[in-house]
């Protein structure tokens, strides 16, 4: 039984308001799996770099119990590489470089070892080559999660809806919620997208928290209320890898399990916006994840006996 | 005992894409007054209409238990009008049409017999005549809750901020905290704002719910998903209302309060918004109050054991 996170691992440049950083490492099956690592040890990755990507970085994620297998080092070429640059209030961003390298024709080969894959996290990539990798898992596993973002609904949307079509949870934000709905309305956006095929479906608010919405329930998450946001590139995928990975913990997929993820995801996500790039959630104690996810008890909790 | 509630007394036109409304009756005490009679029998106004305010409206009032002893009525002159069109996103509005009229030179005079007054709520209004008010009891009430909003952080601010010094509660909403304070982050805003002198302070974040900040702690209620808004008017004054009318009820202040005060009061603001003006505020049963508020537990309750 394992955990599969499928995904970016590439290089980024970031600035923000606090600052600029080199090359770092990032990627979406970076941060999930980090995320996943503290509650799972059975999570393994399938992605692709160049030979430019540093071996210690590598062998981070193998400290972090993560299965590199999958991890496709393609000599002679480049990883993939994203800039961006934050705005002032951190929640928007234009993107100043993007070099796709290796991504450009990303073929996700499954090991044979991951095919016990239980748990399935399909980080924001091609919806093509997320559906690719479903359709080769030899049985279908137990929870696919998807992660997504407008740039597909822009320029993919046929092959993004039959990718979501295959899914049990997608995550999205809320404007693309929007955008992929044609529903102001987050609720009735929510109710037009379950129709698509996914049983869930998780709205993230950023600073305000996310919803869940499952048939006719919905659960509300908050976000924590931070003095400061120092970099917010990954907390979303971050989120997702917790989220997931809290789930193959737990082993039980219902809706109660699901508001717990949230929360436990939540909390990730909440000190990886804390410093720049992996910094803070590669080196996280289990006493700082639960300190924290008792932060959001706290927050969120109130007693009404009606 | 009781709990005095100032503030407009008034009329308004609205637009929204739902509709227009005639000239309908509004105004922050005649929400916050209904919303705080849902809990609270002994609910007083002080306010001030023109001889144009209808007598049913304020036999109104009195059918929902609310005094109108402190109910000034002008002869020859006219009731507040205010006149807007709120955008699609329904956040944001154009003011048309703002005629003062009896509120140009209202002078709030507090009935002998509202000297008990144990809880005062001071709506919207110009920060002078919210502080003659407080002036005006013979015994400084238990709980002095006040709203306020932008358009005084603009033309008063002086008068504002000596006003906010006397206070326990204020609730203002995230633009209007990030103004009021010159910080971006909430969390910073908060703990500024709360050095000037009130002890809790509630940022309504409209459709994204409400944060709660008193010394270390902060508590974080969801506003309920709703499939439409029909009329966002007056749901900050609903929210207040209902939040100190609940605190009336239970008699004793603390964080734990609060925070039930808080679902209270967003579980009748989340009514006020599902009908134009106040038709869905003045005619609810206390078992749509409870199944509301049970919506907001089910909405928010989640069971972590660390």
């Known amino acids: 039984m394992s955990l599969l996170v499928i995904g970016t691992v590439a290089f980024d440049t970031i600035e923000t308001p606090f600052g600029k950083t080199d090359k770092i490492v990032g990627g979406a099956a970076t941060y999930a799996s980090l995320a996943a690592s503290y509650f ?8 692709v770099v160049g030979d430019d990507f540093p ?18 080092v393609k000599p002679g070429e480049k990883s993939f ?16 470089i993007t070099e796709l390298n290796v991504l ?5 080969i499954i090991p044979e070892s991951y095919q016990d894959c ?47 079509k295959l899914v049990d949870v997608l995550t ?3 404007a693309e919620a929007r955008q992929l709905s044609g529903e102001y309305s987050l609720v009735k956006a929510a109710h037009k997208i379950l129709t698509i095929g996914p049983k869930y479906l998780i709205i993230k608010k950023g600073e305000h928290g996310a919803l869940l919405f499952h048939e006719d329930k919905v659960f509300s998450a908050p976000a924590l209320p931070l003095a400061e946001v120092f970099d917010p590139t990954g907390a979303g995928d971050t989120f997702a890898g917790g989220f997931i990975g809290y789930l193959a913990k737990v082993g039980t ?43 959001f008890v706290n927050l969120a909790q109130f007693e009404i006996v009606l």
């Open 40 to 47: 799972y040890n059975q999570v393994k990755i399938v992605a």
């Open 55 to 72: 071996k210690e970085e590598i062998a981070d994620f193998e400290q972090h119990n993560i299965n590199t297998e999958g991890l496709q």
């Open 81 to 96: 590489f994203w800039s961006g640059r934050y705005h002032n209030d951190m929640n928007s961003r234009d993107t100043l």
């Open 104 to 108: 450009a024709d990303f073929d996700p």
């Open 118 to 164: 239980e748990y399935l996290m399909l980080g924001n990539l091609t919806p093509q080559v997320q559906q690719t990798v479903i359709k080769r898992m030899h049985k279908r596993p137990k929870l696919i999660v998807m992660d997504t973002m407008n740039f597909w609904m822009d320029i993919a949307l046929d092959d993004l809806l039959e990718t979501i």
């Open 172 to 174: 999205i934000n809320d």
């Open 253 to 295: 997929i219902n809706f109660n399990n699901m508001k717990n993820a949230i929360i436990f995801g939540s909390a990730l996500a909440s000190f990886c916006v804390e410093k720049f790039g992996t910094e803070k959630i590669k080196n996280l104690t289990a006493e700082e994840v639960s300190g924290r996810v008792q932060e």
